[in-house]
């Protein structure tokens, strides 16, 4: 089942000789319960794509389809409300509130929508992410690596359509890279998740089931994994 669907996307910064087409005429689908890594050189146009793909950014032209919907036929109230629910985007400095602890800042989508969380699905996701014994914490008394357990629980507790990670162990060790990285095969593979993840580490592209390659705003590889 085709859950995300971009055809023919672009986006173009500037006018003139000082136009830039950050990305250039980009077409692909990802299929649901896929793992796709997004990789090419600083500047190739891969963060904008991202932007682009969740409702961040609009482009100069194109079309975003997620679940079959254009989201870019949504004004910009209902695009935050599409986005908040059937989006999860983890960031590679986190986002996280100060002031809520962990277990507010993984519940703050379903608050936002005022959705009850089952408490059975909370404690389930909280072990996954191995933060039980840190579910009261504030953000500044957590390393870089449960930071970003804690987006990525963030991400998966509306169980969106697609998640989507910039550069998430972009900021982090090795050994914290590592757990991320075997965090977002478990969200793919045990909650079925479609990851999609711009990124730089190979170790992150390798665990991919597909990679594309981006250089210039276009993609000039799309190959499967293994």
Same mark, same amino acid.
């Given at each position: 089942?085709?859950?995300?669907?971009?055809?023919?996307?672009?986006?173009?910064?500037?006018?003139?000789?000082?136009?830039?087409?950050?990305?250039?005429?980009?077409?692909?689908?990802?299929?649901?319960?896929?793992?796709?890594?997004?990789?090419?050189?600083?500047?190739?146009?891969?963060?904008?794509?991202?932007?682009?793909?969740?409702?961040?950014?609009?482009?100069?032209?194109?079309?975003?389809?997620?679940?079959?919907?254009?989201?870019?036929?949504?004004?910009?109230?209902?695009?935050?409300?599409?986005?908040?629910?059937?989006?999860?985007?983890?960031?590679?400095?986190?986002?996280? %509130?100060?002031?809520?602890?962990?277990?507010?800042?993984?519940?703050? $989508?379903?608050?936002?929508? /005022?959705? !009850?969380? #089952? =408490? +059975?699905?909370?404690?389930?996701?909280?072990?996954?992410?191995?933060?039980?014994?840190?579910?009261?914490?504030?953000?500044?008394?957590?390393?870089?690596?449960?930071?970003?357990?804690?987006?990525?629980?963030?991400? %998966?507790?509306?169980?969106?359509?697609?998640?989507?990670?910039?550069? $998430?162990?972009?900021?982090? /060790?090795? !050994?914290? #890279? =590592? +757990?991320?990285?075997?965090?977002?095969?478990?969200?793919?593979k045990k909650y079925n998740q479609t990851v999609i993840?711009?990124?730089?580490?190979?170790?992150?592209?390798?665990?991919?089931?597909?990679?594309?390659?981006?250089?210039?705003?276009?993609?000039?590889?799309?190959?499967?994994?293994?």
């Open positions: 089942m085709e859950i995300l669907k971009v055809e023919n996307l672009t986006k173009i910064y500037g006018k003139g000789e000082s136009q830039v087409r950050a990305v250039d005429n980009i077409s692909f689908s990802v299929q649901k319960g896929e793992f796709v890594a997004i990789v090419g050189s600083s500047g190739s146009g891969k963060s904008t794509l991202l932007h682009l793909m969740g409702g961040v950014d609009r482009p100069t032209s194109g079309k975003v389809y997620i679940d079959g919907k254009d989201i870019y036929q949504l004004d910009n109230d209902n695009l935050a409300i599409f986005r908040r629910r059937q989006i999860g985007l983890i960031y590679q400095f986190y986002n996280l %509130i100060p002031i809520l602890n962990v277990e507010e800042n993984i519940t703050l $989508p379903c608050d936002l929508d /005022d959705k !009850k969380v #089952s =408490e +059975e699905k909370l404690n389930d996701l909280l072990k996954t992410l191995g933060l039980e014994k840190r579910r009261k914490h504030l953000p500044n008394e957590l390393s870089g690596g449960q930071q970003q357990r804690v987006s990525i629980g963030r991400a %998966i507790i509306n169980s969106p359509a697609i998640m989507l990670a910039d550069e $998430p162990t972009g900021n982090l /060790d090795s !050994k914290a #890279s =590592e +757990e991320i990285i075997s965090l977002l095969r478990v969200s793919n993840v711009i990124t730089h580490d190979e170790k992150i592209a390798l665990e991919a089931d597909r990679i594309i390659t981006i250089e210039d705003g276009r993609i000039i590889k799309d190959e499967r994994n293994g």
